[in-house]
């Protein structure tokens, strides 16, 4: 389940660094004390804004052409994804300079592709070792090109998959090279994220609709790997 929030823009530039800012965003909409915060592995995920352009090295503005920005949420379990529609309709929150002018339930596609972009970028970490290239902290951030990153982005997946009882059986992920990388602070960590389609090789449509929902990587709840 999926909605879809449109903010119509005051003009003013939004900060480049914003994700950790929309995550408490999310939460402040679900409720204080929510059920859903501070979930092991999130059943839920969201967007980038979209919509947006930057302005040099200053911040960002709405796009040339676009009428609003976006946001898109999605959410596995109904309850907090109707929690979320009814007070966005309700109290028409905003976000900085943005303000909510309109709120829609995104239709369910019929059916759906296997290759899919992303539209937040995807983050797959793993326990850093002495002998790690990528360490930032005691983590170590995998990319595309890393030969293991499928298969921490497959196993991470299944997990997901297992928690709600859906099948994780033969499915495996991959992200296409070339990829961008870019970098994302969330509270005081750094993390090392990729931006590329991503193929679903083996995977039901329920599977896929399930990450579409909810992402895909790591650290889906603080805005990690949502799909188009």
């Known amino acids: 389940m999926r909605i879809r ?16 800012a929309l ?14 915060h501070g979930q092991v592995r999130s059943k839920f995920g969201f967007s980038n804004l979209l919509n947006l352009r930057s302005v040099g090295r200053h911040g960002l503005r709405l796009r040339h ?15 907090p994804a109707r929690q979320m529609l009814e007070r966005g309709i309700e109290l028409r929150y905003g976000f900085g300079d943005l303000n909510l002018v309109e ?29 790690t290239p990528h360490g930032l902290g005691r983590w170590d ?33 991959r992200m296409a090279e070339p990829f961008q990388t870019k970098l994302i602070k969330i509270k005081e960590t750094l993390n090392r994220c990729a931006v590329s389609p991503v193929t679903f090789i083996g995977a ?25």
């Open 5 to 20: 929030f449109k903010f119509a823009s005051k003009g003013g530039l939004i900060p480049f660094a914003y994700q950790d």
């Open 141 to 173: 951030h995998l990319l595309p090109s890393d030969p293991d990153h499928s298969e921490y982005l497959t196993n991470t997946f299944r997990r997901k998959l297992a928690d709600v009882g859906l099948d994780a059986g033969s499915i495996e992920l």
């Open 204 to 228: 039901t449509d329920e599977q896929v609709r399930f990450a579409r929902d909810c992402g895909i990587g790591q650290s889906t709840g603080c805005g990690f790997g949502f799909l188009e």
């Open 23 to 36: 995550r408490s965003v999310l939460h402040r909409w679900l409720g204080e004390r929510n059920l859903w």
């Open 65 to 79: 052409g676009a009428q609003t920005v976006d946001w898109i949420v999605g959410f596995y379990d109904p309850v």
């Open 103 to 131: 709120v829609q339930l995104e239709a369910e596609p019929l059916a759906l592709p296997h290759e899919l972009r992303v539209l937040s970028p995807v983050l797959v970490k793993t326990l850093a070792g002495n002998d």
